[in-house]
């Protein structure tokens, strides 16, 4: 899979994760299982690509938005990579995160639905 493509996702997991200003040990925890099992069809590699994204941007303690405008730039200037099933993946894996700590919270969800219209945009 393409690299940048790799780290994009890194970007939007790590936005979900964040987006209540707060990011727990649990959403990390059900990142890496997530990629493990809805990400089979990715090397090791590759996952850990995802995850040391998601690492720099947690270390460099990057703002849920500006994360998330960052993949969604990435999305419309890519669209081709964005399959249905790509787009399905990339929401279920962040409601994976964003259920992971007590359950989804009003800016994770915020958050959700504003990638759902980003997709549905590429659809148009």
Known sequence: MNKELLIHLGHVFYAIAKADDN?????????????????????????????????????????????????????????????????????????DIAYAFAKINKSELNFMAKLSLEFKKLQE
């Open 23 to 95: 990011l727990s040990f649990e959403e990390y925890v059900k990142l890496s299982q997530s990629l493990k099992k809805r990400w089979h069809h990715l090397t090791e590699a590759e996952r850990e690509l995802i995850k040391n994204q998601f690492n720099t941007l947690q270390n460099e303690n990057i703002s849920a938005e500006d994360s998330f405008s960052v993949f969604i730039e990435f999305l419309h200037q890519n669209p081709k990579f964005f399959t249905e099933e790509l787009k399905k993946l990339v929401l279920k894996t962040c409601n």
